[in-house]
């Protein structure tokens, strides 16, 4: 195979299948409690599914810069609990009723337990992640989870509101990029003596193509939210409009629209509804303005600045598989 | 002054006055966040008050094996910092009104804030220990915080059941113990270089200082709860029963008690309400079977438990401070 062609699904999922199926023990052996109703609910948080994107992006990391290392397994299993732990208090702040098609644990198991069982598995992620006595690791994922809870307090600041392009990108690098620049990093940090002083090689290259792949995705996210059907995502369509939340393509219009427009979407954000104004209104409006177009340009650009991140980095199967997950995550459909 | 003599309240507080004051300043350089919110929840918070009795053990603990590092400041201020992450944790948990005589945080911004801002608190309070650099504190410190977090689960397991001693103690343990513990723990471990490859010395005596005084404590404050006034404690009396919460002299009551006794108190517990059963026909049932009297005589065997654990610490005005203390907490009447 040329190294400068790109890889398949099959072939990426061939090269991790071994260290995927490795993360889903190590996923059982972390969520073991002594408090049975916190095994219960971190296995059904963790069986839930997800796409196991961010242990993914960890471990061709790991493996594009030669790490061998078992904190790979280890630590790709935390950056999924660690996701898993913001899910859940997120979903009590949503008040949401289901989660990838299944009701939501809150829902399941009332608000109080989920306080609780979010507060476990973030100490859970960090215990695992302390044992590999590297400061480095830990420095990343404790920023890391300060951000994302700052992001989402933002995040209810704004609800309801018209946000602009640059309040927009920092709530989903808060959001979704940042835990996607960290797995990455922790992939070289991981590669070297925990004694390094100085930054493991390629960490800022693959931490940026984190970041670009990051905001991609979640553009693509926020786009299929607007345009997908009900029985698709697992949640009801335009989940992000009935919050209150403005999105890329939103933003795009309103900076575009005619004043009937603005007032559309205004009215929608503000009620948190469909009463007044329909989602097919909305959506016309986004067409007409090649909104949904922007969006997802935008998602391809930084899908792209992805690919360009890791250029130096050395030819092997795991870069070839990186420069083929932008494009997974720009064209999926759900 | 003797060394065999009792310190007095003035002489304690004079030993820590700049101390503590130094902890104040440290908090709100600590509380300060990007996020406006944030600042907002963690000051109002932290400047609520509370005793700062995890700080001053902490201190007591540095200062009697001799360590004069600054770190006792910033770790003193993360002991209080996580105290208050688990309390806001608690109120949303707990649906409390109030906390400490004041409207409780969930009250003013929401549980959907709060759940994050004890996030944020936890987060914060990791990143401080963090910069000390010394995993020996990370251990401790998240070992001990998924203690409190499990006790909790299996506190909400049990409200309206009856439980007997021996969860009570484990209960109480994960509750309050465990923190004074750490809180002292954590005065020995910052008076030894962070490479120190076994346990700094008397970390041993005073982490069992701090879990017998930690019982104590607790037991006394069960006790206050059952027959203090609304007005003096901030919270409606005998708030454990209303929701539910056996304590110690409910449970030898219950252990002792006639038939009819065990029914009106299993009434109350399951209503989780003075409905059928009034707070002076419970008080007067404890009284007759000398509960009270019985939890209190326990708080204070454990108060003595914790001067004897420190027996062979040298002699200093901070362990003649360490011996005043547990007197201290089993005569305090709020």
């Known amino acids: 195979m040329s190294s400068l062609s790109i890889a398949t699904a099959t072939e990426v999922f061939d090269l991790l299948r071994d260290d995927l199926a490795a993360i889903e023990s190590e996923f059982a052996h972390q969520s073991d409690s002594p408090v049975e109703v916190v095994t219960d609910i971190a296995q059904y948080?963790?069986?839930?599914?997800?796409?196991?994107?961010?242990?993914?992006?960890?471990?061709?990391?790991?493996?594009?810069?030669?790490?061998?290392?078992?904190?790979?397994?280890r630590l790709g299993a935390v950056v999924e609990m660690l996701h898993t732990a913001t899910l859940v208090h997120d979903d009590i702040i949503d008040e949401a009723s289901t989660r990838r098609g299944r009701p939501s644990s809150n829902t399941t198991w009332g608000n109080a337990k989920c306080v609780l069982a979010g507060d476990w598995l973030y100490m859970q992620s960090f215990q695992t992640a302390l044992a590999e006595r590297n400061f480095r690791i830990l420095d990343l994922l404790i920023s890391l989870t300060q951000q994302m809870v700052e992001g989402e307090l933002l995040q209810m600041e704004k609800l309801g509101h018209l946000i602009n392009e640059e309040e927009y990108f920092d709530l989903i690098y808060r959001k979704t990029a940042c835990?996607?620049?960290?797995?990455?990093?922790?992939?070289?940090?991981?590669a070297v003596p925990p004694t390094t002083p100085n930054a493991a090689p390629f960490e800022e290259a693959l931490g940026e193509y984190g970041r670009n792949l990051g905001l991609a995705f979640q553009i693509v996210d926020d786009v299929l939210d607007l345009t997908a059907q009900d029985d698709v995502l697992g949640k009801p369509t335009a989940s992000d409009l009935r919050e209150g939340k403005a999105t890329l393509a939103v933003i795009h219009a309103l900076e575009r629209g005619t004043g009937a427009d603005r007032e559309a979407i205004r009215t929608v954000l503000a009620d948190r509804s469909f009463a007044r104004v329909a989602h097919a209104d909305i959506l016309e409006i986004l067409q007409r303005h090649e909104s949904l177009a922007y969006a997802m340009d935008t998602a391809c650009a930084y899908a792209e600045a992805a690919r360009q991140s890791i250029a130096d980095l050395p030819e092997s199967d795991y870069k070839r598989a990186l420069l083929w997950v932008p494009g997974f995550v720009t064209t999926r459909d759900r």
């Open 45 to 73: 948080l963790i069986a839930g599914g997800g796409k196991r994107i961010r242990p993914m992006m960890l471990l061709l990391s790991a493996r594009a810069v030669g790490c061998e290392s078992e904190a790979r397994i």
């Open 179 to 190: 835990l996607f620049k960290v797995s990455m990093q922790l992939g070289a940090v991981i």
